[in-house]
């Protein structure tokens, strides 16, 4: 049985490992995988807001080193009251019959089904939590860790210190353009700076960055650091749809990406010139193919927009935005989109199915219509040509991390549809046929 520590507003945990509000997915699903001897029978349900202990017979807890949940201490209110101290009056929920006693980031919910009516309280009888008129011996069904006074009102908090682990993230990284389209990022960076030797004095360190199309490889590891991975193209499939694909001269050298991982950015540079020329940038969407490899890029794009009798009006595209709004502003692409299919190998079937890319305004823009019935079925689709000025660069990415090779862009999602959208940056050279 685990052991665990709680602690309020915080996290839920040992001295081995630690489950924090705010800790991102993949470091869970790692804190899972390396104690799966120990952790057994595993259903993920994420929430960066809330950790939930939703049957207390199956662990043991402690606040403050003392138990309050084990074998042989039920958690009764009274050992509540014993182990954290008074509290606000609690509330009933008569839909659920449970009644929620709450503290500073932490809430305990007690079962009442058996009660013949509701619990009340005397405010003129106060000794602590036997104000409440609550039958001796009521105990805990659920237990919640959060952040702030209420559970109700909790938001997600930053990312703790504690889970940078030497990493650098980006809080945010916007989309820079000049008067021909997509010139590079602008990304605001967060890193764990500490004082001299001292774990306590850690703190939060934010600069910003910029890389832009055309810069080098030492360019962009000046400004961004050493990439995770390196990963080299094997090959170009996206040139079969270029105009006259014979022409072309084999490269004797392969494109490579730099994947940067905790930003959710990577980076392709030319083989030859080994100048940047896309960027790609992740939203880690759930039912993605690459779901959980790159932490969520939180991006916002400038697009602009023409509307009747106006001059050009400038809309803000977000990692939360939808391909809807998006077509909405832009207007529907012309050309068909291009079916992007994705496996670990050509035996394989890809659970998710497959993605449809876009293009609008030198974007990409890859979506899933997985579960939700947009757009037209696959068999509709067959094979199409890729987008015209798309057609002479990109290729698509064949390793597991997440490279989208023929993208540049970034990706966004929709809550309600299963809607994922890929937005791809890069500058389009035009080539004389």
């Not at 682990?165 to 820079?176: K, M, P, Q, R, T």
Request: proline share 6%.
């Amino acid at each position: 049985m685990l052991d665990l520590e709680v602690v309020p507003e915080r996290s839920l945990g040992n001295e081995q490992w630690e489950f924090a509000l705010g800790m991102p997915l993949a470091q869970a699903v790692a804190i899972l995988q390396k104690h799966c001897r120990i952790i057994k029978n595993v259903q993920v349900l994420y929430s960066e807001q809330v950790i939930e202990v939703y049957d207390l017979t199956k662990v043991k807890l402690k606040y403050c080193g003392v138990h309050f949940n084990s074998q042989a201490i039920a958690p009764t209110i009274e050992q509540i009251d014993q182990s954290f101290g008074a509290t606000h009056p609690g509330v009933y929920n008569s839909a659920e019959q449970l009644f929620h006693l709450n503290f500073r980031g932490l809430s305990f919910s007690f079962q009442l089904d058996s009660w013949t009516e509701a619990p009340k309280y005397e405010p003129n009888f106060a000794h602590g939590l036997a104000s409440l008129q609550i039958p001796h011996g009521a105990t805990v069904k659920r237990m919640y860790i959060y952040s702030g006074n209420s559970l109700q009102d909790t938001k997600a908090p930053a990312m703790p210190l504690s889970c940078f682990l030497g990493n650098v993230y980006a809080e945010s990284v916007d989309v820079l353009r000049d008067g021909t389209g997509p010139s590079g990022l602008r990304l605001r960076l967060l890193a764990a700076g500490c004082g001299p030797g001292l774990l306590a004095d850690a703190k939060m360190r934010v600069f910003e960055r910029s890389v832009y199309f055309g810069d080098s490889c030492q360019d962009v590891l000046s400004m961004l650091g050493s990439p995770h991975k390196v990963f080299y193209k094997s090959e170009d499939k996206m040139k079969i749809h270029s105009p006259s694909p014979h022409k072309q001269v084999p490269s004797k050298c392969n494109d490579y990406f730099f994947n940067y991982f905790t930003l959710g950015v990577d980076i392709l540079f030319d083989a030859n010139t080994h100048k940047v020329k896309k960027f790609v940038l992740h939203t880690n969407y759930p039912g993605h193919y690459n779901f959980n490899i790159y932490h969520r890029c939180e991006f916002k794009i400038p697009l602009t927009v023409k509307r009747e009798n106006t001059d050009g009006q400038t809309e803000t595209c977000t990692t939360y935005s939808k391909w809807d709004n998006i077509q909405d502003l832009l207007g529907h692409p012309v050309e068909k989109p291009v079916v992007l299919h994705r496996s670990s190998s050509p035996n394989n079937t890809n659970p998710f199915g497959s993605t449809f890319c876009f293009g609008l305004q030198r974007m990409i823009f890859e979506h899933s219509v997985l579960h939700c019935g947009l757009g037209p079925p696959a068999s509709a689709l067959g094979s199409v040509p890729w987008p015209g000025p798309f057609a002479a660069q990109g290729t698509w990415g064949s390793w597991r991390a997440g490279l989208l090779s023929l993208f540049v862009g970034l990706a966004k999602e929709s809550s309600i549809c299963a809607l994922k959208i890929l937005i791809l940056l890069k500058r389009i050279e035009k080539r004389n046929v």
